[in-house]
């Protein structure tokens, strides 16, 4: 059975930072894109980051762009997202997707 595990949420005052990972089981990660996808309350999911197969090609949705970092150990089979200089704004549910798995999500809320 194919699992993608996010871990690393939590509560942080804005200005801090998280690292979220993503780890798969039952599954190889290195083949595929990971991408990072965020939903808050009463909004629509909405694309964070992704990241090639070998990591050499990444894409950052604006919102987030010089402050979030994606990042991956295909040896580890886990990918990361390091968030930098959080908002409140960026309080949400975090998914992690490698088609065609999610994720269960992980809770980000950031404090003001």
């Known amino acids: 059975q194919v699992h993608l595990v996010e871990i690393g949420g939590g509560l942080v005052q804005a200005g801090g930072s998280l690292r979220l990972s993503c780890a798969a089981s039952?599954?190889?990660?290195?083949?595929?894109?990971v991408d990072w996808f965020r939903q808050a309350p009463g909004k629509e999911r909405e694309f964070v980051a992704s990241?090639?197969?070998?990591?050499?090609?990444?894409n950052y949705a604006d919102s987030v762009k010089g402050r979030f970092t994606i990042s991956r150990d295909n040896a580890k089979n886990t990918a990361y997202l390091q968030m930098n200089s959080l908002k409140p704004e960026d309080t949400a549910v975090y998914y992690c997707?490698?088609?065609?798995?999610w994720g269960q999500g992980t809770q980000v809320t950031v404090s003001s």
């Open positions: 990241i090639s197969r070998g990591g050499g090609s990444t």
């Open positions: 997707h490698s088609e065609p798995d």
């Open positions: 039952g599954r190889t990660l290195s083949a595929y894109t």
